[in-house]
């Protein structure tokens, strides 16, 4: 265990660790484009420059391994200097088009410039010019002006996503970072997390293109429900302080993108992640329903008390996608009655990855695991519920209604409108994920909060509440 | 004074010489024979290392102190490359030794294979290397057939396997590890030391690279004794240099010469001095990337790394081009940092920014449009590229700009006051001037 000594204050190292991670493990900042903990050492942006204490020089701490009592200086005379001259030679030919580009505000090079140099290039020769709006793949779009050859997407390809379908051709101030031919890079499952991964604005999201500016956007934490490996995601969506009053006011309630958080697989999410939007934005179901006319909430709320308190051999479908909290109120206060059943919402769609060896799992449910816990019992697609079956509660999608026992009643809780909803005895409509809390647990047991985004519109209930209210009208009536 | 001494340039060049009869005829694979029959691996780079011979690619290590880092019992392969991609502009003596003694090459590459425990050679050849390669790849054919390669030699467990690579024609690929990873079949970028490469080089295994020329001088150390080799030279860099010599020159061409004997002699004795009986003006003495050393040094310095070190040059790659009155230096200056912008590999950003930052400011002072600030920003960003580079190239194309500033800063203030030439702006030597 060295201890080293970075800017005079000790610190126990790991031997084999480098300055650079010990710096970063301790909070200690050292600017770095192309360093990235969960990548090689690339070592070629030379802005993350210490100085041995003694020596003359600069060297790279991202490849400087830790020796006992080595003492490095971060701030001194020379290191500022030299990080002034790199900053110089990487925005020598970097457009100035902050203003629109969708990585200002939170752009490693922006930030650096303001701190550690801040004057205007030195330079009197017009930039190099170079490809823009260049489709590495239907979804990432490459401006080569703005690139500053990191290589961190394509170590990234190369030792993450495993596809090594990106590269660089061209050599000197000419370099490009291209897609190899037979165009891997679109089938990379993973390749959105490069534009995470840019320094700078270089790989843009094409459907994120131009569509806000990150600082009218805040992250709330949330969890990917497209498979049961439950990533830990940020929903950015619009800030309520600046909300839109007139046109477009859709997008106070959108979902702008979807970055990953800390996962313990690393800072990656796969792309059907990044298209969050895509399992919220459909159709919602914002009237309940009794018997295919639409009612008061609470008069729908009522009869489906009544049908339940009338059942003798319930049945209940329950969610694969609802929180353990929820699933925990339904537990505690309803499950006694019903039979209760597991289902898979929902099934992989044509074209979805089913399976691979990294991230993506075959369940596309992200509680599916959750459920069980509660619940034991599976039901698979195609399974019969038995004919003395009375009344089927179906929570969620995944359950088509035709195939209820004949004589059952049915209750439907749903957030999406479909057509079947109407054949229903009793429909409610439930919020969804981005306007609740709670809690889902992966298919590995680790457990993952999300927050609300956004707040619950009045037309829906959350399904904790509708537990509870359809407990208390039918807990005096066992009363009496 | 004795005659030069000749350890590699001993014979006659004709054209059957490059052959393996020949080469045996002339005590061609005896090196090897002794070495494996009286001597174990440790001693070979023992007497390497006594020899002192340095690497001749421009860097002088000694090249014994490179091949004993590689620890012989440590149970993985190690694998032993000849650079042959000569690609430093002015530099073409390697290119001497694989057309003419290419077995001299194939010998003491299993010397140092047998020193090394090497089980599988390299040898890196430059693409645009026509001749070289036919016959590097001819010698090896009759090695092969003769039984030095692919076979257990001389009633030993040792055998050797040379694989012979083309490159694609990139500067940046002579570097040693960008040598290595093009190689290994991946683009030609340099690697970050920590590790060297006699640590972690070819396909991540203790790797030793050493120029054609080094290797070239092991046959002749093995055979007359590292005493003999030390005879030669000066004390601090013993043996003979090959030196390329070009541009206005009466006799160009490859010459063997013994460091220590004064500059002067080589370029007007050996060489027949500049053509039209001009005076010279300057000297790069050992390819493109030493610093200029001008034609009032030449007069008063020794042919050796010491004294051309006292001028802050050195003898480099042994590519000598030497410029006469009347050229334009910025113009000159021009071709090497337009050289250095299209050759630099553009991994790390100094070089990749620099070398055509530096090419933009020179084409904008040659144009005419130069402002006096320029010659202070050329020298300010090779001092930026100076050491802070991942390989040696910004460091290289820094001290050419930085050797002519220093030496002929007056012709670029001239030319952005004037914005014209000092001197006549033909590079071309006319011999009826």
């Known amino acids: 265990m060295p201890r080293i000594f970075i800017d005079g204050k000790p610190y126990e190292a790991k031997s084999g660790q480098t300055v650079m991670e010990v710096a970063r493990a301790n909070g200690v900042d050292i600017p770095a484009f192309c360093w990235h903990p969960e990548l090689s050492i690339a070592g070629n942006c030379r802005v993350c420059a210490v100085q041995v204490e003694g020596r003359s020089w600069v060297e790279i701490s991202c490849n400087m391994p830790v020796t006992e009592d080595l003492k490095v200086l971060t701030d001194s005379d020379i290191v500022r200097d030299y990080r002034k001259s790199i900053l110089q030679l990487t925005t020598l030919n970097h457009p100035v088009d902050c203003g629109i580009c969708d990585k200002s505000g939170e752009c490693s090079l922006q930030d650096y410039h303001y701190e550690h140099n801040g004057t205007p290039s030195i330079s009197r020769d017009a930039k190099v010019h170079s490809t823009k709006f260049h489709k590495l793949s239907p979804r990432i779009t490459l401006d080569n002006e703005r690139c500053i050859l990191c290589t961190r997407c394509v170590r990234f390809t190369h030792e993450v996503s495993k596809s090594k379908s990106l590269g660089v051709v061209q050599r000197g101030d000419t370099s490009l970072i291209r897609g190899s031919e037979d165009g891997a890079f679109a089938r990379d499952d993973y390749s959105d997390n490069v534009v995470d991964l840019c320094p700078v604005g270089a790989l843009l999201s094409t459907a994120f293109l131009y569509r806000s500016r990150v600082w ?91 049908l339940i308190e009338g059942a003798r051999n319930p049945f209940v479908l329950v969610s694969s996608w609802a929180s353990n909290e929820e699933l925990a109120a339904f537990r505690n206060l309803l499950a006694e009655r019903f039979t209760a059943l597991v289902k898979a919402d929902r099934l992989a769609q044509p074209g979805e990855p089913m399976e691979d060896a990294f991230l993506i799992r075959a369940d596309k449910n992200p509680n599916t695991r959750g459920a069980l816990a509660q619940f034991p019992n ?72 999300f927050e609300a985004c956004f707040p619950k519109p009045d037309a829906v209930v959350d399904a904790e509440s509708l537990f509870a209210s359809l407990a208390r009208s039918t807990l005096p009536a066992a009363a009496e | ?98 057309e003419n003694a290419p077995h001299l090459l194939l010998e003491s590459m299993l010397i140092a294979a047998y020193a090394l ?11 645009e290397f026509d001749l070289p390669y036919r016959r590097i790849t001819a010698a090896l054919e009759e090695a092969y057939a003769a039984g030095f390669y692919g ?54 295994k203790p790797t030793v690279v050493n120029n054609v020329e080094t290797l070239s001088n092991l046959a002749g150390i093995i055979n007359n ?179 002519i500033l220093a030496k002929f800063g007056h012709e670029f203030e001239h030319y952005i006051t004037h914005k014209r030439s000092l001197c006549d702006g033909n590079l071309e030597c006319r011999a009826s001037s």
């Open chain 1, 378 to 449: 599976e039901w698979e697609i195609g399974m019969a519920l038995p004919a003395d079956c009375d009344l089927v509660l179906v929570w969620g999608e995944g359950f088509d209604l035709a195939s209820a026992p004949p004589k059952a009643r049915t209750i439907v809780l749903d957030a999406w409108d479909k057509p079947t909803h109407a054949t229903a005895d009793v429909f409610i409509p439930l919020s969804i994920q981005t306007e609740r809390a709670g809690t889902y647990t992966n298919f590995e047991g680790r457990v993952t909060a």
């Open chain 2, 151 to 204: 076979k257990p030699l001389f009633g030993s467990d040792f055998t050797c396997d040379l694989i012979v690579y083309r490159g694609a024609g990139s500067y940046i690929c002579g570097e040693a590890s960008g040598l290595l990873t093009s190689l290994e079949g991946k683009r030609g970028y340099p690697r970050n030391r920590p590790p060297r490469l006699t640590v972690r080089g070819l396909y991540q």
């Open chain 2, 225 to 403: 004794g590292p005493d003999a080799f030390k005879a030669t030279g000066t004390k601090k860099s013993p043996g003979t240099r090959l030196v390329s010599i070009s541009g206005h020159i009466n006799k160009p061409g490859v010459y063997e010469v013994e460091p220590g004997r004064p500059f002067r002699e080589f370029i007007f004795d050996t060489c027949g001095g500049v053509p039209g009986g001009r005076k010279v003006k300057c000297i790069i003495p050992g390819g493109i990337s030493t610093k200029v050393v001008t034609g009032e040094e030449v007069d008063r310095i020794r042919l050796d790394n010491e004294d051309l070190a006292t001028v802050g040059s050195g003898m480099g790659s042994g590519g000598m081009v030497v410029i006469a009155e009347g050229t334009c230096m910025v113009r000159l200056l021009q071709v090497l940092l337009r050289f250095y912008h299209h050759e630099s590999c553009g991994q790390c950003t100094p070089c990749r920014e620099g070398m055509g930052w530096m090419h933009r400011i020179i084409d904008r002072i040659v144009a005419g449009q130069g402002v006096p600030e320029d010659i202070e920003r050329l020298k300010q960003i090779s001092a930026w590229n100076d050491g802070n580079t991942i390989c040696g190239m910004g460091d290289a194309a820094g001290y050419a700009a930085l050797g």
């Open chain 2, 1 to 98: 004074m004795n005659a030069p001494a000749r350890l590699l340039m001993n014979f006659e060049v004709t054209p059957a010489s490059h052959l393996l009869a020949e080469y045996q005829a002339r005590g061609g694979y005896q090196a090897i024979e002794k070495a494996i029959r009286t001597m174990t691996p440790k001693q070979v780079t023992d007497t390497v290392t006594t020899s002192g011979i340095q690497g001749r690619g421009g860097a002088n290590f000694s090249a014994g102190r490179k091949w004993g880092v590689i620890n012989l019992n440590d149970g993985q392969p190690h694998y032993l490359c000849a650079n042959a991609d000569e690609g430093e502009p002015g530099t073409f003596k390697d290119r001497w030794i694989l």
């Open chain 1, 216 to 306: 009218y956007l805040k992250p709330t934490p949330s969890v990917c429900p497209g498979c049961a490996r439950g990533c830990a995601v940020d929903l950015w969506h619009r800030k309520p302080e600046w909300k839109l009053h007139a046109l477009e006011a859709r997008k106070n309630v959108a979902i702008e993108r979807v970055t990953p958080r800390e996962n313990p697989h690393g800072p990656w999410i796969c792309n059907k992640g990044r298209d969050y939007a895509s399992f919220v934005e459909r159709p919602r179901a914002w009237q309940a329903m009794s018997a295919g006319t639409p009612v008061a909430t609470h008069t729908a709320i009522d009869a489906a008390r009544l």
């Open chain 2, 117 to 127: 425990q090497v089980r599988h050679a390299f040898i890196y050849i430059r693409g």
